[in-house]
């Protein structure tokens, strides 16, 4: 049973666009969730997060989105760089459980 | 600091063959994991440390063996290789409960033939 879902295996848009990659969670303990991104030959690097008790988290041109009552998010990157070409993962915890579950990836690419 | 590092970077078994990952960081984390990451699959969990001594079961530990003498280092240990077990295995380590920012190694990339 898939807990963290990106439904979305790639998504292709143009430099200087708004590239938006979406989420969904079925576990309502989760109350943490994080995006990484990984380029390829490499670990994932952390990107943004946000708590259950916030609805929004932006960190410069990254921006994520919480809506609770539909177990979704969405991380938000204006304007897409050609730099921001790489696989981005959804992660989620709950409670003090430590381990974090990742979906399965989205694939984005921007294209100059 | 070098953060996360994993040896070797590549590395092909032949069934049945046994080798060990090696993990280190040096940040002073004590929390650690051992992730594999197969095409289409997303990142899952295979065993996972809270601090020396203490390790536990991810969501696919079945084949991997663990151990956690010290804080910096968290080997994951193949004792029969299967062809099952080639796959991306990333190492990670996080500072504490609360701090769910992991650091990630660069990855080890294992062929079992």
């Known amino acids: 049973d898939q807990q963290v879902k990106q439904n979305s295996p790639s998504l292709s848009v143009q430099e200087g666009r708004i590239s938006i990659l979406n989420c969904d969670y079925t576990n309502s303990m989760f109350d943490y969730f994080l995006w990484y991104k990984k380029y390829p030959a490499e670990g994932p690097t952390f990107l943004i997060s946000?708590?259950?008790?916030?609805d929004k988290n932006e960190d410069g041109r990254f921006t994520v989105f919480l809506n609770k009552s539909a177990k979704h998010l969405s991380l938000h990157i204006v304007p897409s760089q050609p730099g921001d070409s790489a696989v981005y993962f959804c992660?989620?915890?709950?409670?003090?459980?430590?381990?974090?579950?990742f979906g399965k990836g989205t694939l984005l690419t921007v294209n100059p | 600091n070098a953060g996360v590092t994993q040896t070797p970077k590549f590395q092909v078994l032949k069934t049945g063959q046994s080798m060990t990952l090696q993990c280190a960081q040096d940040?002073?984390?004590?929390?650690m994991s051992w992730y594999r990451q197969d095409p289409g699959m997303g990142l899952r969990l295979i065993h996972y440390?809270?601090?020396?001594?203490?390790?536990d079961q991810g969501e696919v530990p079945n084949g991997y063996n663990v151990s956690r003498s010290t804080t910096e280092d968290f080997p994951l240990r193949l004792l029969s290789a299967a062809p099952s077990q080639t796959s991306v295995y990333f190492c990670a380590s996080r500072e504490g409960q609360g701090r769910d920012e992991q650091f990630f190694g660069p990855g080890t990339r294992l062929t079992v033939l």
């Open positions: 940040m002073n984390h004590e929390y």
């Open positions: 946000i708590s259950s008790i916030k």
């Open positions: 992660a989620a915890r709950g409670g003090s459980n430590y381990k974090l579950t």
């Open positions: 440390s809270v601090g020396a001594g203490i390790t």
